[in-house]
């Protein structure tokens, strides 16, 4: 079967390679072009502020283009910040929902916690030195459209702006949005996932995700049910589900690692995708985007979980030697827990037999 049949089975890998920027591929999803196309078909219906057909296919064509730079420079953000830990970023895909970067930082809470932050922290800039020009530009800083509920008018509805003051304003507008919606606590957006990695270093990897996960299910209903009220319903639904899916199968991957462990996957995940290779004569397309994120998380997971085991062995052989040397009254509470935890492990292991 061809390269198209393979990706026509799931329409989530229907996109196309536009461009490549620091090593990093460029993609774009078949559907961020359809709806990009209906809403500059809605802006040119509904007619410009001056009625004319040219100013508004200009406007419709105009946001579309700073939409899609601005989440453009979000995800290279993310992707600068994997890079400033260590990690690796190959690609980005931009589609109906905003943007995905294909990122894999180090395995430690500052690590994640870094490449998060890079992302908005792009939008910051953006807002901080499109604010100051609108500012110093119009001579008052009630220009700068602040308020969410009107990001894309100036606070004194008064104030004069000519046209290119008005684009600037548009250019915040879509930062400042972008911002506010992305540092929502809803995983797997940008605000839960900073929550996580900020719960990792106190409850541990596997328990950060499970409240993370739970914290962003409750709010993906929220924002659904939210959606009911406000014109934009369709895409707060979209966002939604996409939201609550991704939480779903986050908590599946967590139990399943629990169940099976490292290295009962069926792949050797320490051979990278090189584990798929078959010695079939027909060579079979590389992952889409998703099912490579999808790869890479249970690779991720496998190899948090042989990194726990491995810490637990440890502790309990530390334990064990303390024993031996100073006594079971020398244990403190957190070595007692660890030998009562490998006891009922050794239990229930010989009782499985």
Same mark, same amino acid.
């Given at each position: 079967?061809?390269?198209?049949?393979?990706?026509? *089975?799931?329409?989530? /890998?229907?996109?196309?390679?536009?461009?490549?920027?620091?090593?990093?591929?460029?993609? =774009?999803?078949?559907?961020?072009?359809?709806?990009?196309?209906?809403?500059?078909?809605?802006?040119?219906? *509904?007619?410009?502020?001056?009625?004319?057909?040219?100013?508004?296919?200009?406007?419709?064509?105009?946001?579309?283009?700073?939409?899609?730079?601005?989440?453009?420079?979000?995800?290279?953000?993310?992707?600068?910040? $994997?890079?400033?830990?260590?990690?690796?970023?190959?690609?980005?895909?931009?589609?109906?929902?905003?943007?995905?970067?294909?990122?894999?930082?180090?395995?430690?809470?500052?690590?994640?916690?870094?490449?998060?932050?890079?992302?908005?922290?792009?939008?910051?800039?953006?807002?901080?030195?499109?604010?100051?020009?609108?500012?110093?530009?119009?001579? #008052? $800083?009630?220009?700068?459209?602040? /308020?969410?509920?009107?990001?894309?008018?100036?606070?004194? &509805?008064?104030? @004069?702006?000519?046209?290119?003051?008005?684009?600037?304003?548009?250019?915040?507008? =879509? /930062? @400042?949005?972008?911002?506010?919606?992305?540092?929502?606590?809803?995983?797997?957006? *940008?605000?839960?996932?900073?929550?996580?990695?900020?719960?990792?270093?106190?409850?541990?990897?596997?328990?950060?995700?499970?409240?993370?996960?739970?914290?962003?299910?409750?709010?993906?209903?929220?924002? $659904?049910?939210?959606?009911?009220?406000?014109?934009?319903?369709?895409?707060?639904?979209?966002?939604?589900?996409?939201? @609550?899916?991704?939480?779903?199968?986050?908590?599946?991957?967590?139990?399943?690692?629990?169940?099976?462990?490292?290295?009962?996957?069926? @792949?050797?995940?320490?051979?990278?995708?090189?584990?798929?290779?078959?010695?079939?004569?027909?060579?079979?397309?590389?992952?889409?985007?998703?099912?490579?994120?999808?790869?890479? !998380?249970?690779?991720?997971?496998?190899?948090?979980?042989?990194?726990?085991?491995? $810490?637990?062995?440890?502790?309990?052989?530390?334990?064990?030697?303390?024993?031996?040397?100073?006594?079971?009254?020398?244990?403190? &509470? !957190?070595?007692?827990?660890?030998?009562?935890?490998? #006891?009922?492990?050794?239990?229930?292991?010989?009782?499985?037999?």
């Amino acid at each position: 079967m061809g390269r198209f049949g393979k990706i026509s *089975d799931n329409p989530i /890998n229907w996109s196309f390679k536009v461009g490549r920027l620091f090593a990093i591929d460029i993609r =774009i999803h078949i559907l961020f072009i359809v709806c990009a196309v209906w809403l500059v078909s809605t802006q040119v219906r *509904d007619g410009g502020p001056d009625g004319s057909f040219t100013r508004a296919l200009i406007d419709g064509l105009g946001i579309e283009c700073l939409l899609f730079l601005v989440v453009l420079m979000h995800e290279f953000g993310h992707c600068w910040g $994997a890079r400033k830990t260590g990690g690796t970023a190959d690609e980005i895909l931009i589609w109906p929902l905003g943007g995905l970067a294909s990122v894999s930082p180090p395995h430690t809470a500052r690590a994640h916690m870094i490449t998060t932050v890079a992302g908005p922290m792009v939008n910051v800039i953006f807002c901080t030195l499109s604010a100051i020009v609108l500012t110093v530009w119009v001579g #008052t $800083a009630s220009v700068v459209p602040i /308020n969410p509920l009107s990001p894309f008018s100036p606070i004194d &509805p008064l104030v @004069y702006t000519t046209a290119a003051q008005q684009w600037l304003m548009i250019f915040f507008g =879509i /930062n @400042y949005v972008l911002l506010l919606f992305n540092l929502m606590p809803v995983f797997p957006f *940008d605000g839960g996932r900073i929550l996580q990695a900020w719960l990792w270093k106190r409850k541990g990897h596997r328990r950060s995700m499970e409240i993370a996960t739970s914290t962003g299910m409750f709010g993906a209903v929220a924002i $659904a049910l939210f959606g009911l009220f406000t014109d934009q319903g369709f895409l707060l639904f979209g966002v939604a589900a996409f939201g @609550y899916i991704t939480c779903w199968q986050q908590r599946r991957m967590l139990r399943e690692t629990a169940e099976f462990g490292a290295g009962e996957f069926g @792949y050797d995940f320490s051979k990278g995708y090189g584990a798929f290779d078959t010695d079939e004569t027909e060579t079979e397309p590389s992952p889409g985007f998703f099912e490579r994120r999808r790869l890479q !998380k249970l690779a991720r997971s496998a190899e948090r979980v042989r990194e726990e085991r491995e $810490a637990h062995a440890r502790a309990v052989e530390d334990t064990l030697r303390k024993v031996s040397a100073e006594g079971v009254e020398s244990l403190t &509470p !957190k070595e007692r827990r660890i030998l009562e935890e490998e #006891t009922q492990r050794q239990r229930t292991s010989d009782s499985d037999r």
